[in-house]
Nanobody, 127 residues
Framework: QVQLVESGGGLVQPGGSLRLSCTAR????????ITWFRQAPGKEREGVSC????????YYADSVKGRFTISRDSAKNTVYLQMNNLQPEDTATYYC????????????????????WGQGTQVTVSS
């Protein structure tokens, strides 16, 4: 059973930065995608950024382009989300998820198509 463990959330002031980590345990898939989603209270879960395992293709939501960067360390089975210039609207619980059928630019942010989920890490942006 794949386990995804997120870390790195916290409280930060507007304009600040955080780096989230998602470590996959008992992970044996050769080709996959890992995506960060977020969900704020009363809102739907939103795809934030995705990285595909094969060639490292990345996708970003328009709301985070230029501020967030997704990356991976394959040796550590870890994906990172570097979040810069955080704003109050970025406040949410952030989840990482794995999809074993690699998505494309049209499907990467469809939450119900993901196979495994982490427990989430809270990010709060407030002064």
């Amino acid at each position: 059973q794949v386990q995804l463990v997120e870390s790195g959330g916290g409280l930060v002031q507007p304009g600040g930065s955080l780096r989230l980590s998602c470590t996959a345990r008992d992970f044996t898939f050769g080709v996959y995608a890992i995506t960060w989603f977020r969900q704020a209270p009363g809102k739907e879960r939103e795809g934030v950024s995705c990285i595909r395992s094969s060639v490292g293709t990345t996708y970003y939501a328009d709301s985070v382009k230029g501020r967030f960067t997704i990356s991976r360390d394959s040796a550590k089975n870890t994906v990172y989300l570097q979040m810069n210039n955080l704003q109050p609207e970025d406040t949410a619980t952030y989840y990482c998820a794995v999809k074993v059928v690699v998505p494309n630019y049209l499907t990467w942010a469809i939450a119900h198509e993901y196979d495994y989920w982490g427990q989430g890490t809270q990010v709060t942006v407030s002064s």
